[in-house]
């Protein structure tokens, strides 16, 4: 196997996994599908905008449940609904799976709750960027070598 | 058939999240539509030449001279949840005003909710799409377009062409379709976080 097949072989393995493990869902194929020469990095720049966004939203909610005079749940959980959105739009899953049980202790205006479903949220957001990372570089080398992103649905 | 190509309908896309407007960019990009995207309700009545007081124009012609509709607006679509001036709002702004109430909107929203979509559908939005937005939906937006197309440029071939039913009961059955369409989603969507039956692969838009 030359050096193209094996990196496409890895990229299909890698890719089903991220499938399987529940870290993209079909919304994230679909992206894929959306990416074309007019717009080669599509994927990317979508994902880093997503990745932006995390981490400006997760320190909102934690500077909101730090508030020792009262934590104002409405606020957190207007951050928890933008990620929410994104997550689902990006097809990033489990992030959105972590931001649907956090809504529930916002609701409830539970800070303990609120405190761990926002340290899942942060645990997610980084393995999936490790992962995407890790995507985009295999892309990146396959490229390199000459080879065509094999599509994976 | 002197179908319009669709690169010649210009869509207004109005979305809070950089990250939706960009995805809702490409897929209207990838469907040969021209797009603007604006980030907010106002900014898309100042796009689209309206002003808060455009109500004392109400008998001027569609066009008022300190609008800049250099550039058409064929539909837009706008998120239902923004800060500020919500989808709704706009959606009310665009059909009360005389220069724009003829535009199609179309409405995007991440949550099923039932009384929010008929509240839509009731202020006259053309159809209400669940986020995330596919490729698929979008091909529901072209009899809008089609159909203001033919009314602003075509009336002799309204009547020439049977395709086309006149206007008065082409907004009937529209709108029964469009219910129709709604009401599935209403239906299905119990909770939100339901997945729904999607088509594999994409649909090729021509």
Not at chain 2, 5 to 33: C, G, M, N, P, Q
Not at chain 2, 35 to 55: C, I, N, Q, Y
């Amino acid at each position: 196997m030359n050096i193209v097949n094996q990196l496409q072989r890895q990229f299909i393995d890698f890719s089903t996994s991220l499938h399987r493990e529940g870290f993209v869902d079909d919304q994230f194929t679909q992206l894929q599908k959306l990416q074309d020469e007019n717009s080669p990095d599509f994927v990317v720049e979508v994902v880093s905008l997503f990745f932006e966004d995390c981490e400006k939203l997760i320190n909102n909610m934690a500077r909101a449940l730090e508030q020792t005079q009262g934590v104002d749940f409405k606020q957190v959980d207007a951050s928890v609904h933008q990620l929410k959105g994104s997550s689902s739009s990006i097809g990033a899953m489990r992030v959105k799976n972590a931001c649907i049980a956090f809504r529930s202790f916002c609701e409830a205006q539970n800070r303990e709750g609120c405190l761990r479903c926002l340290q899942q949220v942060t645990h997610e957001y980084s393995l999936l960027k490790n992962k995407l990372q890790t995507l985009f570089t295999l892309e990146q080398q396959i490229l390199a070598a000459g080879g065509s992103i094999p599509v994976v649905d | 058939m002197g179908m319009a190509a669709d690169s010649e309908f210009h869509v207004l896309a109005v979305d809070d999240s950089i990250i939706d407007r960009k995805l809702i960019e490409r897929l209207l990009k990838t469907s040969s539509y021209q797009v603007t995207t604006v980030d907010s309700g106002s900014k898309a009545l100042e796009f689209l030449g309206l002003h808060e007081d455009d109500r004392i124009h109400q008998n001027t012609p569609s066009v008022s001279p300190n609008n800049h509709q250099e550039v058409e607006v064929n539909l837009v679509i706008t998120d239902y949840c923004m800060p500020g001036m919500t989808g709704y709002d706009l959606l009310k702004k665009i059909k009360e005003s005389s220069s724009l109430k003829n535009i199609p909107v179309v409405i995007m929203s991440s949550e099923n909710v039932p009384s929010r979509i008929s509240r839509c559908l009731e202020e006259g939005a053309e159809e209400f799409f669940l986020k995330p937005v596919r490729l698929s939906d979008l091909s529901k937006l072209r009899p809008h377009l089609l159909k203001t197309k033919s009314k602003d440029h075509c009336k002799e071939q309204v009547d020439e062409k049977p395709a086309f039913p006149s206007p008065k009961q082409e907004g009937k059955e529209e709108q029964q379709q469009s219910k129709n369409n709604k009401r599935k989603a209403m239906e299905e969507g119990v909770s939100p976080e339901r997945t729904r039956p999607r088509p594999n692969g994409i649909t090729s838009m021509v």
